[in-house]
């Protein structure tokens, strides 16, 4: 089946353009970009087929036959909130020697031949709730890659020296974290508003030494497990095809009844926390929870966000603290929702000197925001960007039947994929104030600044001076 959306779109851009650039021939003038007309686009998402292995997985399948490219995909429930306690990191190596450490019989020069002479290689990437697996193999070398991949995903071999090398990397790394203060902010934003919480747990160069190499054996023993995980395949491969290929390779992967839960994290006390760091320009994160991706809020709150900062050049931070004042080079917002919390935050990265103004001004247009200052040309916008963004999710055969597994992993109603534009074109004002009322509330926000606290312009208030550990 070839997936012919993104050639779709294309002609229906030029189509409009042709159109409006011929009205204007006469005149020498070019339309705006907001002002292009078209029929609405109407896209009927193929549907992957859905398999579940005996020893639990979940497989979706959806064939392309545009190239001749297999596409193997992975999403596991774990991630570095299951790191054990003084031992952060786990994870992290986990994964990083499951990919350089051999597997099984194979060493790991043997194994690095063989991708090598794939012309290909999995990844393996852990984050703070999953852990995801992307391999791409030619048509013809599908078995073989299959093959290595199950090998790597279930026998990993660990090996001593590969190990004492990912640690030292990953300590080298931590020791230079202070040397990106964006990263370092946010990482320290996360910690202090996710609190005590597993999610604001992170690794140190003192908890990457604690790991052994057994730690890793049974991090993956315990997540990486058939029942905890959900595959898709995509390309040029058959339904048959691919069910037998993953049962033959995959099929005896033994199951594990070990895993805990981690719940997600609860409302706190909010405050203002300051790192002194001696650089020109100083970082500033706001931030709350917001809307689960499951709350009645979450499609209200998205435009919210997008209005706020997250929709880029016509947002109101950006617009307001980078383009009309001038404090800061980057600034805006984020959402990050999850099936059963949401996270909101805001940014600014200005001088030292205008701190103070920044998060003042950034404070301002959230509190209006909730005074339902929102134009309903703005919520327009929103409406119309948000969807169009939408639909560039399923550009590729490979992104249709992702986002369709990762409804099932996330637990979302079955019509989440095919309504959510309806539901961003019906939320109403009335919805948009009492979401704002429920979630801009500044008092139990979590601020945090880093910067050289002695050049900032205006002083804070109870705020808490902290000193992260390395």
Not at 98 to 119: E, H, P, R, V, Y
Not at 198 to 211: A, D, F, N, P
Not at 388 to 409: C, H, P
Request: charged share 25%; with cysteine.
């Amino acid at each position: 089946m070839k997936i012919i959306m993104k050639k779709y779109l294309l002609i229906m851009v030029i189509l409009s353009l042709v159109t409006a650039f011929s009205a204007n021939a006469e005149t020498g003038s070019l339309p705006s970009p907001d002002n292009l007309s078209y029929q609405p686009l109407q896209i009927q998402l193929p549907q992957a087929r859905r398999l579940v292995l005996d020893n639990g997985i979940i497989l979706y399948i959806l064939e392309d036959r545009e190239l001749p490219i297999v596409n193997i995909n992975a999403i596991i429930r774990t991630g570095s909130m299951y790191d054990p306690p003084g031992k952060e990191g786990t994870a992290e190596l986990t994964a990083q020697v499951m990919k350089t450490g051999g597997a099984g019989n194979i060493s790991s020069s043997q194994m690095d031949s063989s991708f090598d002479f794939l012309g290909s290689a999995p990844d393996i990437s852990i984050y703070l709730e999953s852990a995801d697996v992307s391999f791409s193999v030619l048509k013809e070398n599908m078995e073989t890659g299959i093959n290595l991949l199950s090998q790597m995903l279930i026998n990993p071999a660990f090996e001593d020296a590969k190990f004492t090398l990912a640690k030292e990397l990953t300590k080298e790394g931590l020791r230079r974290l202070k040397d990106n203060p964006q990263r370092y902010s946010f990482r320290e934003f996360n910690r202090l508003i996710y609190g005590d919480n597993e999610r604001g747990r992170y690794s140190t160069v003192k908890s990457i030494g604690r790991i052994e190499r057994e730690d890793l054996l049974l991090f993956h023993k315990t997540y990486f497990s058939p029942d905890n995980i959900m595959m898709v395949v995509t390309g040029d491969i058959t339904v048959e095809s691919a069910s037998r290929l993953i049962s033959r390779y995959f099929g005896n992967w033994k199951k594990s009844d070990t895993r805990k839960i981690v719940p997600p994290p609860q409302n706190r006390q909010g405050g203002i926390f300051c790192i002194d760091k001696e650089i020109p320009q100083s970082t500033i994160i706001i931030g709350s929870f917001a809307p689960a991706k499951k709350d009645k809020d979450y499609y209200a709150f998205t435009i919210l966000d997008f209005i706020i900062g997250s929709g880029g050049f016509s947002s109101r931070i950006f617009s307001a603290v980078r383009n009309n004042e001038g404090l800061a080079y980057s600034a805006g917002s984020f959402y990050r929702s999850r099936p059963d919390y949401g996270l909101f935050g805001a940014y600014a990265f200005t001088k030292n000197q205008t701190t103070g103004k920044a998060l003042s001004l950034i404070n301002s247009i959230i509190d209006d925001v909730k005074a339902n200052s929102v134009k309903k040309e703005e919520i327009a916008w929103a409406r119309k960007s948000i969807n169009n963004g939408f639909i560039f999710s399923f550009l590729s055969t490979r992104d249709i039947a992702w986002q369709q597994m990762k409804m099932e992993y996330d637990n979302l109603p079955a019509d989440y994929l095919t309504s959510y534009c309806d539901r961003i074109n019906n939320v109403g004002e009335e919805e948009l104030k009492k979401a704002a009322a429920r979630y801009l509330n500044k008092e139990g926000n979590t601020v945090l600044i880093l910067g050289n606290i002695k050049e900032f312009d205006n002083p804070l208030p109870g705020a808490v001076m902290i000193n992260p550990e390395e």
